[in-house]
């Protein structure tokens, strides 16, 4: 497929996990990909898979946590390419722990990387988008946990993700009439890390979630790119303001 070619896709939290898959996957529809994160060393590893396959891909450390990057990285990239067309804020992270008993620095830490780093790379990229002829679309990720399921243990993680949803039904409604269309893909549990329980291998959580998952089983990173591209895609240019939930059924 080549609905992405010589399209200009930014995907921050790039060099890992989720972030890998989708960087990837937009550079073999044909997009220049521009990962985006704290880590070099990650982000490098992308940037060669993607070279490996003949795809087109930089590199650019950045940190969602500080204004500072996000505007330099949002810079950098319509400076160099002339434009954005597509931006997945992908970055995030979770600490968990039952709200009397979670340290204050570890909410903080939540929201300014899940809440308040949404905001910043939304701020920047719609600045761009919104003063270029075609516009521009914006994919956050949010989750299942805060909006749609609450979960002992995960109120800062959960929080955090209950206000990405609404921050980008708000931002979809503000800036559509100027071209810039903004959805969320909102996952239940995937083939990550952060789906396991602590001490819990992942063995033990396809057994667990065989029992408490309608579907059975987590989502695979093809299954969670494909929605972020298909938002990101004309296919979808009626949706705008909408979570895409993605859950295996945990929510219906």
Not at 6 to 28: C, P, S
Not at 198 to 203: H, K, N, S
Request: net charge negative; hydrophobic share 45%; with cysteine.
């Amino acid at each position: 497929m080549t609905r992405f070619t010589d399209k200009i896709v930014l995907v921050t939290g790039g060099g890992t996990g989720a972030g890998r898959v989708v960087a990837q996957d937009f550079a073999r529809e044909g997009a220049t990909v521009i990962v985006a994160g704290r880590t070099a060393e990650t982000l490098g590893t992308t940037v060669k898979a993607i070279e490996a396959e003949g795809g087109r891909a930089e590199a650019i450390v950045a940190d969602v946590r500080r204004n500072g990057d996000v505007a330099a990285l949002v810079g950098r990239i319509t400076e160099r390419y002339g434009r954005l067309d597509v931006a997945v804020n992908n970055a995030g992270m979770l600490l968990a722990g039952p709200v009397a008993d979670l340290p204050e620095e570890d909410w903080r830490a939540v929201f300014d990387t899940n809440v308040h780093g949404v905001f910043r790379c939304l701020k920047h990229e719609i600045a761009a988008m919104r003063t270029q002829p075609d516009g521009g679309v914006i994919v956050n990720v949010s989750s299942v946990i805060g909006p749609y399921l609450r979960i002992p243990g995960m109120a800062a993680y959960g929080a955090a993700k209950a206000a990405v949803s609404a921050l980008t039904r708000t931002a979809a409604l503000e800036y559509i009439r100027e071209g810039v269309r903004i959805n969320a893909v909102t996952p239940g549990p995937m083939d990550t890390p952060m789906s396991l329980r602590p001490g819990e291998t992942e063995a033990d959580r396809a057994e667990r979630l065989e029992k408490e998952l309608p579907a059975g089983r987590v989502a695979s990173l093809e299954e969670f790119s494909a929605a972020v591209r298909y938002l990101a895609s004309p296919e979808s240019a009626f949706v705008v303001g909408q979570d895409l939930v993605l859950d295996g059924g945990a929510t219906a």
